[in-house]
T-cell receptor, first 112, second 108 residues
Framework: NAGVTQTPKFQVLKTGQSMTLQCAQD?????MYWYRQDPGMGLRLIYY???????DKGEVPNGYNVSRLNKREFSLRLESAAPSQTSVYFCASSEGPYEKLFFGSGTQLSVL | GESVGLHLPTLSVQEGDNSIINCAYSNSASDYFIWYKQESGKGPQFIIDIRSNMDKRQGQRVTVLLNKTVKHLSLQIAATQPGDSAVYFC???????FGTGTSLTVIP
């Protein structure tokens, strides 16, 4: 099993550009999450989807949008990238809320 | 709001010694706690979890202790190995919030 797959692994954007980070899981999990991790800091939740068809804001949703395309896929979109969005982004999934998370390998994003 | 924090940002131990990593939480209603390990350049990986109806849970070389009275949990790693060098995070409940992590360095 691949688990949680994120693409791309690296990305450089110019301020104002848009992009979509892709995430897919093959574990038939109900819940999916997007976190960002800045140097020396913990994970901060951007958005989550408790189940297919639902999405909710996390701690730091400003500047981002998400789409739960189906049960497998959960994408994160930056409409107009800003330097403050330079970070490592992790997607995760779980069987449901209050269950252990399985993380992808991350996307390192730099916004110049 | 909720907070999950760690007492020490860094910890160095000799190979073969036991390691103890501590974590405090503020939400007394939390009933699920979980530890993750993050190696450099990788995503966090589940280590062990515990629910509030337990005080202790053991895994392979790891033990998690939960003290609900003082809202504290700890991760104990027995016979620490170089491969245990990583950042360790605790999280609670719905895992919307993570602490800043403790960086464990194992000295050969």
């Amino acid at each position: 099993n691949a688990g949680v797959t994120q693409t791309p692994k690296f990305q450089v954007l110019k301020t104002g550009q848009s992009m979509t980070l892709q995430c897919a899981q093959d574990m038939n999990h109900n819940s999916m999450y997007w976190y960002r991790q800045d140097p020396g800091m913990g994970l901060r939740l951007i958005y989550y989807s408790a189940s297919e068809g639902t999405t909710d804001k996390g701690e730091v949703p400003n500047g981002y949008n998400v789409s739960r395309l189906n049960k497998r896929e959960f994408s994160l979109r930056l409409e107009s990238a800003a330097p403050s969005q330079t970070s490592v982004y992790f997607c995760a999934s779980s069987e449901g809320p209050y269950e252990k998370l399985f993380f992808g390998s991350g996307t390192q994003l730099s916004v110049l | 709001g909720e907070s999950v924090g760690l007492h020490l940002p860094t910890l160095s131990v000799q190979e073969g010694d036991n390691s103890i990593i501590n974590c405090a939480y503020s939400n007394s209603a939390s009933d699920y706690f979980i530890w993750y390990k993050q190696e450099s350049g990788k995503g966090p990986q589940f280590i062990i979890d515990i629910r509030s109806n337990m005080d202790k849970r053991q895994g392979q070389r790891v033990t998690v202790l939960l003290n609900k009275t003082v809202k504290h949990l700890s991760l104990q790693i027995a016979a620490t190995q170089p491969g245990d060098s990583a950042v360790y995070f605790c999280a609670e409940g719905n895992q919307f919030y993570f602490g800043t992590g403790t960086s464990l360095t194992v000295i050969p």
